[in-house]
């Protein structure tokens, strides 16, 4: 019974990504709250199938989720798990909130051309 309430609420908590190549390409990214090294930086979105993945600086690519709105991803950097929660704020830009070692930081990402 437990895995399958499990399985139901994976599914209904990821939904599928419409138009994926809107986010798909190279952002820069800008967290002036963030330790030094990662106050400026790349992420790189690609396209698997009907998965999205997210990476940034070297980490493991990490799967994007969709949920009302809102994109989530979950990354290992430095042997610590960072949640991402972004939206779309205009073509070319998106902001959300990245929470490492509970704390949280503001994160802004800018669409390469």
Known sequence: MLSLLTLILAVTASAKIKNP??????????CSSAPYDYQKGEATITQEGEKLLFNYKGSMPAEINYNKGTYTSTLMIEGADVVLNFKPT?????????????????????KKK
């Not at 205009?90 to 490492?100: P, R």
């Open 21 to 30: 190549q809107k986010l798909v390409g190279t952002w820069t990214t800008f």
């Open 90 to 110: 205009s073509k070319n830009q998106m902001e959300g909130i990245a929470v490492a070692m509970d704390s949280e930081y503001k994160i802004v990402f800018t």
